[in-house]
């Protein structure tokens, strides 16, 4: 089982939908979960983190974290065409370990 | 400008040359990364440096080698380069914690 599991997609929602990007961990040792975006030809930045199990919101972004589950989750509302990228998860001990992404398309 | 600069930003390389990707960073930082990204493989650590005199081996190190110039220098060499190191490659600073990382815009090396 690898270490963190996350479907390449590609996801392709129309305009002002929520997404939810999902990923999966196998290590319960993880303290933070981080979600970066990557723009085409850019590197990846990070959009958010949460530290240990609970919500975090920032505008229209929702990362969730179930450390029962081993499941995280970053949710985006009112969906926009300028969030058009790849979404990488990422879980943290000594270094990280990311996700291979999901690339999102908000069709307009 | 910007906080993490890779040159060249395109490298077209034959078999067997060796090739060397340099990262500068003024964050400020201690820690610096090097990553490589494949489709379908996502992002894959290389080696990663704590301080200026702490080299440590990533996930995939074999065919690699690097220098920590100073604290804000980096720089990765291919020694023989082959055709399956062709990626994108990113270099990459954080502070102690770790988890909050600053990426370079990346090079393209295409290995023929």
């Known amino acids: 089982q690898k270490e963190v599991e996350q479907d390449p997609g590609p996801l392709s929602v129309p305009e002002g939908a929520i997404v939810s990007l999902n990923c999966t961990y196998s290590?319960?040792?993880?303290?933070?979960f981080m979600w970066y975006r990557q723009y085409s030809r850019k590197g990846p930045e990070l959009l958010m983190y949460t530290y240990s199990s609970g919500n975090k919101e920032d505008g229209r972004f929702t990362a969730q974290v179930d450390k029962s589950s081993k499941y995280i989750s970053l949710f985006i509302r009112d969906s926009q065409p300028s969030d058009s990228a790849t979404y990488l998860c990422?879980?943290?001990?000594?270094?990280?370990?990311f996700g291979k992404g999901t690339r999102l398309h908000i069709l307009p | 400008d910007a906080d993490v600069t890779q040159t060249p930003r395109n490298r077209i390389t034959k078999t067997g040359k060796r090739i060397m990707l340099e990262c500068s960073q003024t964050k400020g930082h201690d820690r610096m990364y090097w990553y490589r990204q494949d489709p379908g493989l996502g992002l894959r650590l290389i080696y990663y440096s704590f301080d200026v005199k702490d080299i440590n081996k990533g996930e995939i190190s074999d065919g690699y080698s690097v220098s920590r110039q100073a604290q804000a220098k980096f720089s990765l060499s291919l020694e023989s380069a082959i055709p399956n190191q062709t990626a994108l490659y990113f270099c990459?600073?954080?502070?102690?914690?770790?988890?909050?990382?600053?990426f370079g815009p990346g090079t393209r090396l295409t290995v023929t």
């Open positions: 290590n319960s040792a993880f303290q933070y």
């Open positions: 990422a879980m943290s001990l000594d270094k990280i370990i």
């Open positions: 990459a600073t954080s502070d102690f914690k770790g988890f909050e990382q600053y």
